[in-house]
């Protein structure tokens, strides 16, 4: 064909311009994605947004809910529930936040490497995986602190162990069914070499459900983390941690029940604020 | 078209006339908020006992027409006008009423039978489901023509050949006596010779059950073969119908006249550019005021681009949709061959360089799952091959026989057991893929995977280069930031040409490459390689399992069978005079207007096991009792002492070459 036709290139459905049209999906799935963001900034913010000193008595323990100036009570000794609370879910977020990313970057690797390669390494490196898989995450946890001594970066590192193989397992799917594809092959003629057609024709492709994944799995994250925490295996005791206070101060249920409820009531926030915006990001990456 | 019938003919219970209709029937789909109207207004009726070709390009409608009538159109379909079986509507019926049709009246074949079988079951069993009892299963697989049906039922799906597979379904189509049976693509994945098996089989059991078939396919040879009527659909709409010698013999419309004329037979003229119809199919998402042809059409008229033509009776029985006068029509000459330069003979093929050679290239995968149960299959078994400095080779022969892994073997994807394989200068070849799009990858951009070849140039150098390779494959400069879904096949395809040129290479691999594409764009795609071949130099090695392409693009045909080549010679002399016994009933197979195929029996042999002495034997009409000998050692001999010419058979006269029969071209 001698004449060119003209060619428009389309724009990709991620490239368009952002609408305010209040009717279309996508509008509400970049509004549900964004309190990831939105979220993170309270986390920050959390000194900013505390009125007290969360690790202080500062008025009358066992305070109700809007007297003595706390507005979501104090506990036994005075603390700010609220101020708790704000520091606690800062805490949470950010310790899921570490373990996905380690996960993603360690499971990342190893799928994009196993994939990749195929044969034995594969073999070797999917074996591993699947061992580590299949250990029960809070006795791995007790196991961990019991050796290591209680610490937060100790009950942090025990969930990171049983949680990057999913990423492993995830982005390895993924990049064995991208390296079965003649575009593979094709690169390869191209005289790309291993660790070229790794990153360039095959990691970009296993990305967005890997992004997927992981922004699902925040919720997760979140309750897996307070469950710990209520076990007493997180940090140690004047931090404010959510599950903790919740679950060293259960005896209070039945009088101040706003004590341990309210920590409660903070990581079921957390994790439907974290799963509705999950569920966001999977819509706007795949919206079949 | 108006009906023929009244409707309390239709509907009357034994001496029903007409079995299923579609009456102004329009389907829409939704895709990412933009509709995409699949059928735009069609009409027609399926007569009671016919069979009726449904031909058209991909994206025409075919299935969707076929789906509606099953009443599979799916939930989110907008649908006008009536599609009725045996008087009910199935548009309008509830999902129950159309199950009860579907079991009384209906039968349905699909392309790819491994996705209507369940791969957990056995075959008697599924056949069974649908016959009704165990008995009836054993019947109508003997009836369809399973080889020893009886052990066959209790085998798994995978554990066929896809011709057995395709049989199968038919057997679950036709239980129960169905009424109409729609065939979508039945064929379009078996080789030649078992589609003949399956087409024959297909027309017998329409004369012996008496029911209609509704023949989907994009091959009007296939529709030649088979149909007694045969309606063209363009764009969601009839373009033409009639019946089957009216509408190919003596089309009436410039669509079907541009489809027969750039057809690919084994009479096409080689030494000329392939005559194509200009342009594509258009975007099924396009609004179509007036006839959705006149873009690509040589003798539209300002009114065709306002005026949706209706069908109307030109001749007896013969419907056309245009608005041009019949005569008119007939006495243009309706393809324009595409602006391309003619395909002429390569200004040197030096024979005494080779540019690749194998020699005694043998190659085996280990396959089975689980332990110790590995088993061995032959996919090459011995192939000397030698492709001459600027030769175009074609390879032709059935699925499985190696076609694939002996180019996959001489680009270095694959490692031979033994054998070598060497290329000249020692640069590597370059290979362009059946599947183009799943060839690009995804997320890159034109401009980035052709850039890959390039690495070691600056940026700007780069640029210019992808720039003038797109072009050389007459693509605009713009298609460089489009990634691979955003472009259509036919200029996929040309992208991948683009990277396999942007820098030269000494031999051009080519596996299957048009065989995805509609005729119009296969033969732009032929032309094109031809074109790039002579002027860059290049060779070709071209796999095909068609032969009417080989026969185009290649100065030599290579057959092979089972792993080996058992004939090679020029391609007029393979493909007019074939000598060795398979590569004759390849030839009598080619579906085509007005030609009787002769059909091959039997199945083709498995390379798990190849039968010993001459592989061929089990098929073979001519075999003697030594083709069988394990001590046979066949091998390529030449021909009368030439160096063009050989067969390996031992029952062939080798002491002459047979005349090439120049077929001329229709209207030359
Ligand atoms: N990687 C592999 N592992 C196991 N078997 C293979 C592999 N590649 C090819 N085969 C087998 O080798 C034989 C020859 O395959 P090949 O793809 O070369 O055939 P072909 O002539 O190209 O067929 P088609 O027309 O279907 O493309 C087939 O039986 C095929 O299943
Ligand atoms: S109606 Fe016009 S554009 Fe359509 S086929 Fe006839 S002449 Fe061509
Ligand atoms: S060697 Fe025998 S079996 Fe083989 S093709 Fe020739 S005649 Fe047929
Ligand atoms: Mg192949």
């Known amino acids: 064909m001698a004449v060119a036709e003209p060619f428009v290139v389309p724009r990709p459905a991620w490239r368009r311009p952002l609408s305010l049209d209040l009717r279309a999906p996508r509008t509400w799935s970049i509004i549900g994605a964004s309190l990831f963001a939105?979220?993170?900034?309270?986390?920050?913010?959390?000194?900013?947004?505390?009125?007290?000193?969360?690790?202080?008595?500062?008025?009358?323990?066992?305070?109700?809910?809007?007297?003595?100036?706390?507005?979501?009570?104090?506990?036994?000794?005075?603390?700010?529930?609220?101020?708790?609370?704000?520091?606690?879910?800062?805490?949470?977020?950010?310790?899921?936040?570490?373990?996905?990313?380690?996960?993603?970057?360690?499971?990342?690797?190893?799928?994009?490497?196993?994939?990749?390669?195929?044969?034995?390494?594969?073999?070797?490196?999917?074996?591993?995986?699947?061992?580590?898989?299949?250990?029960?995450?809070?006795?791995?946890?007790?196991?961990?602190?019991?050796?290591?001594?209680?610490?937060?970066?100790?009950?942090?590192?025990?969930?990171?162990?049983?949680?990057?193989?999913?990423?492993?397992?995830?982005?390895?799917?993924?990049?064995?069914?991208?390296?079965?594809?003649?575009?593979?092959?094709?690169?390869?003629?191209?005289?790309?070499?291993?660790?070229?057609?790794?990153?360039?024709?095959?990691?970009?492709?296993?990305?967005?459900?890997?992004?997927?994944?992981?922004?699902?799995?925040?919720?997760?994250?979140?309750?897996?983390?307070?469950?710990?925490s209520f076990l007493g295996l997180g940090q140690s005791a004047p931090a404010p941690e959510l599950g903790a206070d919740s679950a060293r101060n259960l005896s209070l249920l039945l009088q101040q029940w706003w004590v341990p409820v309210v920590p409660g009531i903070a990581v079921a926030v957390l994790a439907v604020i974290a799963n509705v915006a999950g569920d966001s990001v999977r819509n706007l990456i795949d919206p079949e | 078209m108006s009906a023929q019938l009244a409707p309390e003919d239709v509907l009357t219970d034994e001496g029903y006339a007409v079995v299923a209709t579609a009456e102004d029937l329009h389907v829409t789909f939704r895709r990412n908020g933009k509709a995409i109207h699949a059928l735009r207004g069609i009409s027609l009726e399926i007569r009671r006992g016919e069979i009726l070709g449904l031909v058209g390009e991909s994206g025409s409608g075919k299935s969707v027409l076929g789906l509606t009538l099953l009443g599979l159109h799916g939930a989110g379909a907008t649908i006008s006008g009536r599609a009725t079986v045996r008087g009910r509507d199935m548009v309008s019926a509830t999902d129950a009423e159309r199950r009860a049709v579907r079991v009384a009246h209906l039968g349905a074949v699909f392309q790819d039978p491994m996705t209507s079988l369940n791969p957990t079951m056995r075959v008697g069993r599924q056949v069974a489901e649908a016959a009704g009892s165990d008995e009836e299963a054993l019947r109508l697989l003997r009836l369809v023509g399973v080889p020893e049906a009886e052990s066959r039922m209790s085998a798994f799906p995978h554990e066929l050949s896809?011709?057995?597979?395709?049989?199968?379904m038919i057997a679950m189509a036709v239980a129960g006596n169905p009424d109409l049976v729609i065939a979508d693509e039945p064929t379009t994945a078996l080789d030649v010779t078992v589609q003949a098996q399956v087409l024959r089989l297909l027309r017998t059991l329409r004369d012996e059950l008496g029911c209609s078939v509704l023949m989907i396919t994009h091959d009007l040879g296939v529709a030649a073969q088979i149909a007694d009527r045969v309606a063209v659909m363009y764009a969601g709409r009839l373009a033409e119908l009639g019946e089957s010698d009216a509408v190919l013999r003596s089309s009436a419309h410039p669509y079907t006249l541009g489809l027969m004329r750039s057809r690919l037979t084994l009479g096409v003229d080689r030494t000329r550019a392939l005559p194509a119809?200009?342009?594509?199919?258009?975007?099924?998402?396009?609004?179509?005021?007036?006839?959705?042809?006149?873009?690509?059409?040589?003798?539209?008229?300002?009114?065709?681009?306002?005026?949706?033509?209706?069908?109307?009776?030109?001749?007896?029985?013969?419907?056309?949709?245009?608005?041009?006068?019949?005569?008119?029509?007939?006495?243009?000459?309706?393809?324009?061959?595409?602006?391309?330069?003619?395909?002429?003979?390569?200004?040197?093929?030096?024979?005494?360089?080779?540019?690749?050679?194998?020699?005694?290239?043998?190659?085996?995968?280990?396959?089975?799952?689980?332990?110790?149960?590995?088993?061995?299959?032959?996919?090459?078994?011995?192939?000397?091959?030698?492709?001459?400095?600027?030769?175009?080779?074609?390879?032709?022969?059935?699925?499985?026989?190696?076609?694939?892994?002996?180019?996959?073997?001489?680009?270095?994807?694959?490692?031979?057991?033994?054998?070598?394989?060497?290329?000249?200068?020692?640069?590597?070849?370059?290979?362009?893929?059946?599947?183009?799009?799943a060839s690009l990858t995804p997320w890159m951009t034109v401009e980035q995977i052709l850039g890959e070849r390039v690495r070691d140039l600056g940026r700007a150098a780069r640029a210019a280069k992808v720039r003038e390779a797109l072009s050389l494959v007459g693509l605009p400069a713009e298609v460089g930031a489009a990634r691979a879904t955003q472009l259509s096949g036919g200029q996929r395809q040309r992208v991948c040409l683009a990277r396999a040129t942007i820098v030269p290479p000494p031999v051009l691999l080519c596996d299957e490459p048009t065989s995805a594409l509609d005729v119009s764009l296969a033969a732009s795609v032929i032309n094109l390689i031809a074109r790039l071949r002579r002027e860059l130099g290049m060779s070709v090695l071209f796999v095909t399992h068609d032969l009417s392409v080989a026969r185009v693009v290649a100065d030599r045909i290579a057959v092979m069978y089972l792993g080996q080549i058992v004939e090679i010679g020029a391609s007029d002399r393979v493909t007019s005079a074939p000598l060795h016994p398979y590569t004759r009933s390849l030839v009598s197979a080619v579906p085509d207007v007005g030609l009787t195929p002769v059909i091959l029996p039997g199945e083709p042999a498995s390379p798990l096991n190849p039968p010993s002495g001459c592989a061929f034997h089990p098929r073979c009409a001519d075999a003697t009792e030594s083709c069988q000998d394990t001590e046979l050692g066949l091998r390529l001999q030449r021909v009368a002492n030439d160096d063009v010419d050989r067969v390996a058979c031992i029952n062939i006269d080798l002491s002459h070459v047979p005349t090439p029969v120049y077929i001329t071209p229709k209207g030359a």
């Open chain 1, 38 to 228: 939105v979220m993170t900034l309270i986390a920050l913010a959390a000194p900013l947004l505390s009125p007290h000193d969360p690790l202080v008595p500062v008025g009358i323990p066992l305070a109700a809910p809007g007297h003595g100036g706390f507005l979501l009570g104090s506990d036994s000794i005075g603390r700010d529930v609220l101020s708790r609370c704000l520091y606690g879910m800062r805490a949470s977020w950010f310790a899921a936040l570490v373990v996905i990313a380690g996960g993603f970057l360690i499971g990342g690797l190893v799928g994009l490497v196993a994939g990749s390669s195929g044969g034995w390494i594969d073999n070797l490196l999917m074996r591993i995986t699947d061992g580590f898989l299949a250990l029960p995450a809070p006795v791995l946890a007790i196991a961990v602190v019991a050796s290591l001594g209680p610490s937060f970066t100790h009950t942090l590192i025990a969930v990171s162990v049983v949680w990057w193989p999913f990423y492993a397992r995830i982005v390895r799917g993924e990049i064995s069914k991208l390296a079965a594809r003649p575009h593979v092959e094709a690169a390869r003629l191209a005289g790309a070499g291993r660790v070229r057609i790794a990153l360039r024709h095959l990691l970009p492709g296993a990305l967005p459900a890997a992004v997927v994944t992981a922004s699902l799995d925040v919720g997760n994250l979140v309750l897996a983390l307070a469950g710990l």
């Open chain 2, 162 to 168: 896809g011709g057995l597979r395709q049989r199968v």
């Open chain 2, 277 to 437: 119809l200009p342009g594509e199919v258009p975007s099924p998402a396009a609004p179509q005021p007036g006839c959705a042809f006149s873009p690509r059409c040589s003798v539209a008229g300002p009114d065709c681009a306002e005026t949706s033509p209706e069908p109307v009776e030109v001749e007896p029985g013969h419907h056309s949709a245009c608005l041009r006068p019949l005569a008119v029509v007939r006495s243009t000459d309706t393809v324009s061959p595409v602006a391309l330069t003619a395909r002429a003979e390569p200004a040197g093929i030096d024979q005494d360089t080779a540019a690749l050679s194998l020699r005694s290239v043998v190659k085996t995968f280990g396959v089975g799952k689980g332990f110790g149960r590995k088993r061995t299959l032959h996919a090459l078994r011995g192939v000397s091959l030698q492709v001459a400095q600027g030769e175009s080779v074609a390879l032709v022969g059935e699925s499985g026989s190696g076609k694939s892994t002996l180019l996959r073997v001489a680009a270095g994807l694959e490692t031979a057991d033994s054998g070598e394989v060497e290329l000249s200068g020692g640069s590597r070849p370059q290979m362009v893929f059946q599947d183009s799009g």
